[in-house]
């Protein structure tokens, strides 16, 4: 990170790129360069862009880091604040900046009044991602000093380099349907992407790449982000009349305003920025390296292969029921038994007993304590569902707090799947639910957490607090903040983020959790689409994926078990199915597939994945970690007579040759680039296959790699 004091510009440098920002005349910080790499000297020959529609409407040439509301700047504002007398907008002043490793700090303060802004970026050593986030202090020391209302303060603002065309991928979806891929050229226009529920949401995820329109998986420059928040989030994409394409983005929606007290400071989420240079696969490896190396907590751990009870007993959860799924589930090498809803209160239904956490009697008279005892002697770890947000109105928790929800005065509150949403800003909601947690965990010997969330937030209030449109920011943080005592205080805990399937997963959350249950819906061909979606941000890792029942409860497709299992191992597997009713042919097929898993597991959880398309409907994921390769392809349908073709894969190197684990057959990588590797896949529609490839050695001079098939 340097600093050249003549030119007033910043430069951070990462493995393979380089940032430039300046102070303006104005010492508004704005955008110089994000992109190849490049030395200190070069970015100060990069000239401030003017543009060429400049008059008397338009004054304001630069791109600002954290466009403010102040003089002529008309495009969508990354501050907004109101002072006490009315006065709106600001005027900076620089005031210093600071160095500490690689974290560059600029303060600024505004010219008239007791406010300051610091806006941080943080780069490491080993990632080409930049974290940004700011800090928004009011400095007035006064007793009786005035308050500064905040109307949007994002984390940061992006500038794309000017190009002819702009394209913009980013994630939509609803319940059921998450994490679907859309593209679409960026209009010039203010486009909003958003979520107003009070979490991140189904129906879009705060990742967007830009790019040119040409870029592909492995070919092109892309500039992408990611908000780290979980709650309620909103960026909103500019592009001019004359060139420029920007963004914006941070916590919070549009019509929320919070006050800041004297001495008071609000701090961001980090809101991350990634050049590459080769595609969108490049991208998303460079995201799943930074996730690994800078988000998790536990990144070198394996996630095991667990088993989930809800699709088999919905609510009629009891001890005997749970001890026979168990004792099945580890006869197939299941290694976390997961005991889902109904365990709890009078939960025999979603119409009561959520918030009345001990176990109901008559289901458990002992309590949770022999079924654990079970599932620990049978080798497995024990997990449990939890929905600490959330409330029945038909409870003893409501009915002794009712104020402890979120509610406004004199408006009905909105029940969603028959329950409310606790406030946890409120620090007595907040130590309660902790401290019920912290002795379930304690008291049980629990190593795993299932966190849902089943409903978005209505009537959002707070009354009597005097800035009630703080709860859209303080539940959230008092959600990290519950999670980091859980683990703190227990180290051998994880934690798995759902929120009724994908309706929580960002690197926000993911800081604190170990995995995300990305979607309710376990139907095998709509799951290719939608881990395809999840994985351009996220790695394997931490993508939960379950094998259920045929026909699939959602859909009602019928597809076999060899088909769901190899979708599922793109990630971190599951069974979810009544087992009960599975046939001895299955269970069998069931174990063989967990024990193959297994095998491909290091690979498949900590290598580099490559997306990959053949012909027709055919997809694919490959894997590499050292020598070793994993590809799973899926063919959901193909016509008569059509076969897959070959599939080229992505991450061999020409000069090797590779053997194929379970044939003995060997390949020269060229061939496996250029040519592609044969699948044997059962015929008709629902087909998939497995290859696991070693490197062996480098191909022999003068061999011919196509003659060698």
């Excluded at 002043?93 to 303060?107: E, F, K, P, S």
């Excluded at 009044?113 to 202090?137: A, C, G, K, Q």
């Excluded at 805990?493 to 960002?506: K, M, S, T, V, W």
């Excluded at 896949?681 to 070693?694: E, I, Q, T, Y």
Aim: charged share 20%; with cysteine.
């Amino acid at each position: 990170m340097l600093y050249h004091p003549d030119h007033r510009l910043w430069l951070l440098r990462g493995p393979a790129t380089a940032y430039a920002i300046r102070l303006a005349e104005d010492d508004s910080v704005q955008h110089v360069h994000w992109g190849a790499a490049m030395t200190l000297a070069q970015a100060a020959e990069l000239a401030e862009r003017t543009s060429p529609a400049a008059s008397s409407f338009e004054s304001v040439a630069g791109a600002d880091e954290l466009a403010a509301e102040g003089g002529a700047r008309f495009g969508p504002p990354s501050l907004l604040v109101r002072f006490a007398d009315g006065t709106r907008g600001v005027q900076w002043r620089y005031a210093g900046h600071d160095i500490d490793g690689g974290h560059l700090r600029i303060h600024l303060q505004d010219r008239h009044y007791p406010l300051r802004v610091t806006l941080n970026y943080r780069v490491h050593d080993d990632s080409d991602v930049i974290e940004r986030w700011t800090i928004i202090e009011n400095l007035d020391d006064q007793a009786a000093g005035s308050a500064v209302t905040v109307l949007r303060c994002d984390s940061a603002a992006w500038t794309a380099p000017h190009r002819t065309r702009y394209r913009v991928s980013h994630l939509v979806g609803g319940w059921n349907s998450e994490f679907q891929l859309r593209q679409a050229d960026i209009p010039v226009a203010e486009t909003v992407l958003t979520s107003r529920r009070g979490m991140t949401s189904h129906h879009a995820n705060p990742w967007l790449a830009v790019d040119d329109g040409t870029a592909g998986e492995d070919h092109g420059e892309v500039w992408s982000t990611a908000l780290a928040w979980s709650g309620s989030w909103r960026v909103t994409l500019h592009r001019d009349p004359v060139g420029r394409t920007t963004w914006t983005g941070g916590f919070g929606h549009e019509g929320l305003s919070w006050s800041l007290a004297p001495g008071e400071a609000l701090e961001t989420p980090v809101f991350a920025g990634l050049y590459t240079a080769d595609g969108f696969g490049t991208a998303s490896r460079a995201w799943h390296g930074y996730v690994r190396r800078h988000v998790l907590a536990h990144p070198d751990e394996t996630r095991p292969v667990l088993y989930n009870s809800w699709e088999a007993t919905g609510f009629d959860v009891d001890e005997a029921g749970q001890m026979a799924l168990a004792a099945r589930a580890a006869s197939l090498g299941v290694e976390l038994f997961v005991m889902d809803d109904g365990w709890f209160g009078a939960r025999t239904s979603d119409r009561a007993g959520l918030g009345d956490w001990a176990p109901n009697p008559a289901r458990f008279p002992s309590g949770l304590g022999p079924l654990v005892a079970e599932v620990h002697r049978l080798g497995m770890r024990f997990g449990l569902w939890v929905e600490p947000e959330m409330v029945n109105p038909d409870s003893d928790l409501y009915r002794a707090h009712p104020d402890w929800v979120l509610h406004m005065a004199n408006r009905d509150r909105t029940e969603m799947r028959h329950q409310l949403v606790l406030n946890l800003a409120r620090p007595d909601t907040a130590e309660w639910t902790h401290s019920w947690l912290d002795r379930l965990v304690a008291d049980h010997g629990i190593d795993f957490l299932k966190w849902d969330a089943n409903r978005p937030f209505t009537e959002a209030g707070w009354p009597g607090h005097p800035d009630p449109d703080r709860v859209w920011i303080d539940h959230t943080r008092a959600v990290y903040r519950i999670m980091d005592r859980l683990r703190a205080d227990h180290p051998g805990l994880r934690i798995e983020a759902c929120a009724g399937g994908g309706g929580r997963a960002d690197l926000g959350i993911l800081s604190r959790t170990d995995q995300v249950w990305i979607s309710d819906n376990t139907d095998p061909v709509d799951r290719i689409g939608i881990q395809h979606g999840f994985s351009q941000l996220y790695p394997a890792q931490v993508m939960s994926a379950w094998v259920t029942d045929s026909p699939n409860v959602a859909t009602a497709r019928r597809t076999p078990l060899r088909f769901r299992f190899h979708v599922a191992m793109a990630g971190v597997p599951g069974i979810g199915g009544d087992l009960t009713t599975w046939s001895e042919e299955e269970l069998k097929e069931s174990a063989e597939l967990v024990a193959a898993y297994k095998r491909i597991r290091p690979v498949v959880q900590h290598g580099d994945q490559h997306r990959l398309r053949g012909d027709g409907t055919l997809t694919a994921f490959e894997y590499a970690l050292g020598d070793d390769h994993v590809v799973l392809a899926w063919c959901p349908t193909r016509p008569y007579g059509h076969g897959p073709a070959p599939l080229r894969l992505a991450a061999v190197r020409p000069e090797a040759v590779y053997q194929d684990l379970e044939t003995g057959r060997t390949y020269p990588g060229a061939v496996l680039l250029h040519f592609g590797l044969p699948l044997d896949m059962p015929r008709g529609d629902h087909a998939s296959a497995l290859v696991r490839l070693r490197r062996l050695n480098s191909t022999p001079g003068g061999i011919d790699p196509v003659a060698a098939l």
